[in-house]
């Protein structure tokens, strides 16, 4: 299976994964995304972007410095700004972080319900596809451009993704 293929078999996974909204970033060095999918409201994005909330996120500080999984609200003692709750006044009341890879290559998940915390079956899911989707861009700074585009291209079709 080719590497476009397998990535969009992961965005699929995710997408039919329940009634979460997600961003993934994979492959992110110097905190850019060398491929960045996500089902975040459209709003919510426009205002995090607007905000400059990304580096003072306490989700996207830990998933640097850490790999695994943590519930966002285990990062309340370090939301300073107030990302978290800025949050749920968009419907993203409940959330894990999933962090993969290691310092100079890390990708990571954001995942957020808006009526229950994320299950146990959603996280291992989101585990597991971050670990694939981690796997499946090994080598994907020595891509070429046309591949990257193609890539970069799977996130216009999320919206065609959904179940």
């Given amino acids: 299976m080719n590497r476009h293929q397998e990535i969009k ?15 993934v970033g994979l492959r992110i ?18 205002y995090y972007t607007q905000n400059g909330l990304l580096f003072s996120d306490p989700a996207v500080l830990w998933g640097m410095t850490n790999t695994g ?8 003692s370090l939301d300073k700004a107030g990302v ?18 290691d310092s100079s290559s890390r990708s990571m998940g954001f995942f957020a319900r808006s009526d ?6 959603q996280r ?3 585990q597991g596809a971050m ?19 193609r890539l ?3 996130k216009d079709m999320m919206a065609t993704l959904r179940p």
């Fill in 84 to 101: 978290l709750r800025q949050a749920r006044d968009f419907g993203l009341n409940y959330g894990i972080v999933v962090s993969v890879g």
């Fill in 152 to 154: 970069a291209g799977l």
């Fill in 116 to 121: 229950q915390a994320v299950t146990e079956a």
């Fill in 29 to 46: 060095r110097f905190n850019h995304p060398t491929l960045l999918y996500q089902t975040y409201p459209e709003e919510w994005v426009a």
């Fill in 69 to 76: 999984i943590c519930d966002w609200s285990g990062l309340e």
């Fill in 131 to 149: 670990s694939d989707l981690h796997a499946s861009t090994e080598g994907l700074a020595d891509a070429p451009p046309e591949e990257l585009a």
């Fill in 9 to 23: 078999d992961q965005l699929q996974r995710l997408v039919a994964a329940g009634e979460w909204k997600f961003a």
């Fill in 124 to 126: 291992r899911i989101a």
